[in-house]
């Protein structure tokens, strides 16, 4: 992948974008509400970053991914989801293929610097709840990045839908 270390990666992406970051040390954490804990927000601040394997057509053997962006609290439904980016076929991405596609692992993943070894940066897609100042996983583990969603959002260009599942 990269000589850079992940919060390297971070940190130059972000800057070459002209976007302001807040890096912050975590500590350890083994779920969304544990992590935001830790950090003193409510979960649904902190932005799951998931990698989803996409096929175009049903019959190619060819895949892509692209970057899904859902509230802690919330998760993605993948029929919307596949709507709003326009795919036959959409799942989430093995943590290997995840890693192979951005260079981070998962916990770790956020689109600053998420690029495949080839240098491919893949389409971000959010959830339209999304908003205000986020927390993001920052390329290491134990460390986040704090984000205004609108400079995200603009910064990747970002689609926005209702891509969430809601509770009955």
């Given at each position: 992948?990269?000589?850079?270390s992940?919060?390297e990666?971070?940190?130059?992406?972000?800057q070459?974008?002209?976007?302001?970051?807040?890096?912050?040390?975590?500590?350890p954490?083994?779920?969304?509400?544990?992590?935001?804990?830790?950090?003193g927000?409510?979960?649904?601040?902190?932005?799951?970053?998931?990698?989803?394997?996409?096929?175009?057509?049903?019959?190619t053997?060819?895949h892509?991914?692209?970057i899904?962006?859902?509230?802690?609290?919330?998760?993605?439904?993948?029929?919307?989801?596949?709507?709003?980016?326009?795919?036959?076929?959409?799942s989430?991405?093995?943590?290997e293929?995840?890693?192979?596609?951005?260079?981070?692992?998962?916990?770790?993943?956020?689109?600053?610097?998420?690029?495949?070894?080839?240098?491919?940066?893949?389409?971000?897609?959010?959830?339209?709840s999304?908003?205000?100042?986020?927390?993001?996983g920052?390329?290491?583990?134990?460390?986040?990045?704090?984000?205004?969603?609108?400079?995200?959002?603009?910064?990747?260009?970002?689609t926005?839908?209702?891509?969430?599942?809601?509770?009955?």
């Amino acid at each position: 992948m990269s000589e850079l270390s992940g919060r390297e990666r971070v940190l130059a992406d972000a800057q070459a974008r002209g976007v302001r970051i807040e890096l912050v040390e975590r500590g350890p954490a083994s779920s969304v509400e544990e992590a935001a804990g830790n950090l003193g927000i409510e979960p649904r601040k902190i932005v799951k970053t998931l990698v989803a394997k996409a096929k175009v057509t049903q019959s190619t053997p060819e895949h892509s991914y692209l970057i899904a962006l859902i509230p802690g609290d919330k998760q993605v439904d993948w029929a919307k989801l596949r709507k709003l980016a326009g795919m036959k076929k959409l799942s989430m991405a093995a943590p290997e293929e995840g890693y192979q596609a951005t260079g981070y692992r998962p916990g770790t993943i956020n689109p600053f610097g998420a690029r495949a070894a080839e240098g491919v940066q893949w389409p971000v897609y959010a959830d339209a709840s999304i908003s205000g100042r986020v927390c993001l996983g920052a390329g290491e583990p134990g460390l986040n990045l704090f984000v205004e969603a609108g400079e995200l959002f603009a910064a990747f260009g970002v689609t926005i839908g209702d891509i969430a599942k809601h509770s009955a």
